[in-house]
């Protein structure tokens, strides 16, 4: 069974920083690319950024220079460094992984930027 965790949200000022992370199990984690998204209410899910099993990062135009996806395949962990928050960053963030031919996706965790 695949299990997506996402742990490090929550209340930031704008500007601030949050470092998210997302633990996998059930896969070889080495071998998959990874993904986040996020969503807010009434808008549907938005690919934020990915990273390869070779280690390459693509990331939305919004994101690009603001936000950072790692990953460390030892922990079975990726991460998403998130810099220069504002209100509009507001949202769950999810961690996904595309495994046999199927989407996988963790609970989330609440980013909310206010002052």
């Known amino acids: 069974q695949v299990y997506l965790v996402e742990r490090g949200g929550g209340l930031v000022q704008p500007g601030g920083s949050l470092r998210l992370s997302c633990v996998a199990s059930?896969?070889?984690?080495?071998?998959?690319?990874m993904n986040w998204y996020r969503q807010t209410p009434g808008k549907e899910r938005e690919l934020v950024a990915q990273?390869?099993?070779?280690?390459?990062?693509n990331y939305s135009d919004s994101f690009q220079g603001r936000f950072t996806i790692s990953r460390d395949n030892p922990r079975n962990t990726v991460y998403l460094q998130t810099n220069s928050l504002k209100p509009d960053d507001t949202a769950i963030y999810y961690c996904?992984?595309?495994?046999?031919?199927?989407?996988?996706w963790g609970r989330g965790t609440q980013v909310t930027v206010s002052s």
């Open positions: 996904n992984v595309n495994y046999k031919q199927r989407n996988y």
């Open positions: 059930g896969i070889n984690f080495k071998i998959h690319t």
């Open positions: 990273i390869s099993s070779s280690g390459l990062a």
